[in-house]
């Protein structure tokens, strides 16, 4: 969770909303990312999406069973979704975003009957670190 703050940490200081995503298999890295919507011009560009696109690619797999997602942030709906589909094995994330989360919050996408894959979850790892990023960005937005 370490490197995804220290990702969620420049994605804010490049006018990015601070969110970090690293998916781990056993010890071995296969993606980090940060959120980039705003530098891609694209809404799907969030750390979730990009670190599971990315491990994918270096798994050369269509799958990452067996693998954990680290992320700063409760992933929203398009996120959960990928990560239901990549058959992720952990889901580990900091901060609760009862807004748009889609993971305790919102549409708990993996407690629907028509999800067919539920990771399992572990919730607010780190999150006063997380939580102290986000709203320090917000707050100097305003």
Do not use: W
């Not at 708990?108 to 006063?128: M, N, W, Y």
């Amino acid at each position: 969770m370490d490197l995804a703050l220290a990702l969620a940490a420049e994605a804010a200081a490049l006018g990015e909303a601070p969110v970090g995503a690293v998916v781990m298999e056993g010890g071995r890295l296969l993606a980090a990312e940060r959120n980039r919507m705003q530098a891609l011009r694209d809404p799907t560009a969030h750390a979730e999406m990009l670190a599971i696109r990315a491990a994918l690619a270096r798994r050369g797999t269509g799958r990452l069973d067996g693998c954990d997602l680290y992320v700063t942030l409760e992933p929203c709906a398009m996120c959960a979704g990928a990560i239901a589909h990549a058959r992720l094995r952990r889901l580990y994330f900091a901060a609760e975003d009862v807004k748009a989360g889609a993971v305790d919050n919102g549409i708990r996408l993996f407690d629907q009957p028509t999800c067919h894959h539920r990771p399992e979850i572990i919730s607010g790892l780190s999150a006063a670190r997380a939580e102290a990023l986000l709203v320090d960005f917000f707050r100097r937005l305003r």
